[in-house]
């Protein structure tokens, strides 16, 4: 079992920069892609960005892309979710996922552990 626990959220004006981060439980981090989802109010939970177990690989959804930047640091057991020039649909709560085997479907909001979620605010 992998506890997740985000961290980071809160409210800020469009145009700033919030930086989330996802704390891991246990010793196999390093053996788990890991994924950032987020859903908005009264819409599906969507998929933000992943990175692959060592870090190599990494994937955006276009909404975000250029703006966004996944990272992990496994001897800390965390990634991060670097989010700038934020805008008013980012609004969401963000989880943390972590998923086991292939890195292909962490895109594919495929999963084997979510965290609680973080919410993110940004106004207009």
């Known amino acids: 079992q992998v506890q997740l626990v985000e961290s980071g959220g809160g409210l800020v004006q469009a145009g700033g920069s919030l930086r989330l981060s996802c704390a891991a439980s246990?010793?196999?981090?390093?053996?788990?892609?890991m994924g950032w989802v987020r859903q908005a109010p009264g819409k599906e939970r969507a998929f933000v960005a992943t990175?692959?177990?060592?870090?190599?690989?990494?994937s955006y959804a276009d909404s975000v892309r250029g703006r966004f930047t996944i990272s992990r640091d496994n001897a800390k057991n965390t990634v991060y979710l670097q989010m700038n020039s934020l805008k008013p649909e980012d609004t969401a709560v963000y989880y943390c996922a972590a998923r086991s085997g292939s890195f292909y479907y962490t895109s594919q909001l495929v999963y084997d552990y979510w965290g609680q979620g973080t919410q993110v605010t940004v106004s207009s």
């Open positions: 990175i692959s177990r060592s870090g190599g690989s990494t």
């Open positions: 246990g010793r196999t981090f390093s053996t788990y892609n």
